[in-house]
């Protein structure tokens, strides 16, 4: 999420548009905050390899991003930040649907957060107008199309197998 946001402040720079970076600036702060309360609650025999995973992952990433932005004889960083910032955006979007095949298997959605799912859902469809009508930014708007449908394929699920209490015939008569 840090990496991610980062990513997304340095293209918003790039482009000199405000309203991608301003934002994004809130990301790696919550980014940094959840990453606190990761090592927090991550068990403790975890930590030393958790821990220097994550700084050496954000780390690389951050120094990749400022050499291509700032070091490289590259004509528009923006185009390959911008990509790997797209790169980033969808796999942070998709990676609640690596449960999907346990999910139909179990006939259980449990795993897949409803939270992040609504979340998900409105964050993707705000910045896909944004991107679409105000910016006409492909690298704003494809992946948070992306993510929405993402977003939406977890809600499905969610919605037709909720947490495997009740049978899904039973879940789908009682929503329509």
Known sequence: MIASSFLWVAYGVLKSESK??????????????????????IPKKMIPDATRDHYRGITGIILATLAIAYVLPIQDPSTVVGN????????????????????IRDR??????????????????????????????????????????????????KLVFGDGVAAPENRLDSLL
């Not at 991608?20 to 609650?41: A, D």
């Open 20 to 41: 991608i970076w301003s934002t994004n600036i809130l990301g790696m702060v919550l980014g940094t905050y959840y990453f606190t309360q990761y090592i927090k609650w």
């Open 84 to 103: 790997i910032a797209v790169l980033f955006c969808m796999i942070l979007f998709g990676s609640p649907l690596i449960v999907l095949r346990s999910a």
């Open 108 to 157: 259980s959605a449990k795993s897949l957060p409803l939270p992040f799912t609504i979340a998900t859902i409105i964050n993707c469809f705000l910045w896909s107008v944004l991107g679409w009508f105000d910016m006409n930014d492909v690298n704003v708007y494809f992946p948070n199309l992306v993510g929405l449908s993402f977003g939406l394929c977890q809600l499905i699920l």
